[in-house]
């Protein structure tokens, strides 16, 4: 299938270009993960943990480069790991305690979230020395 002398680094993409595809996935799986919340409450833990996520984020955010990339060096990039994934046992909890449809759709926003984090931590890994 390949041709000698195609230069595979040249098709695997940009780094810049996959960043803003994550960064665009963890925003709006963000918003659905605080819409979800928003309808359910009632667990001041939860409710901590996702206001904790949102503000990282949006820490980040603010302190993103003229390109709009956020800083992968900056050490709330972690953080902002370390809490989406301290919502693993928390919604756990609250999944075997309150089974409906509204509390599966926030736990999967915060599995997404969770997911979206290994990626995170494999671009920043990644990241060129230029951005």
Request: hydrophobic share 35%; charged share 30%; net charge negative.
């Amino acid at each position: 299938m390949s041709e000698d002398g195609v230069d595979l680094s040249q098709i695997r993409g940009d780094w810049k270009f996959h960043m803003d595809f994550l960064q665009n996935a963890v925003e709006q799986t963000l918003k659905r993960e605080a819409k979800s919340w928003a309808v359910l409450g009632g667990d001041a833990t939860i409710d901590a943990n996702v206001q904790a996520q949102q503000t990282l984020w949006a820490d980040l955010k603010t302190g993103a480069n003229d390109a709009g990339t956020i800083n992968t060096t900056d050490d709330k990039v972690e953080e902002f790991i370390v809490a989406c994934r301290a919502s693993k046992p928390l919604c756990d909890a609250y999944e075997d305690r309150e089974s409906t449809e509204a509390v599966e759709e926030f736990t999967e926003a915060s599995r997404q979230a969770r997911a979206l984090c290994d990626d995170l931590e494999m671009m920043k890994g990644q990241r060129p020395d230029n951005h």
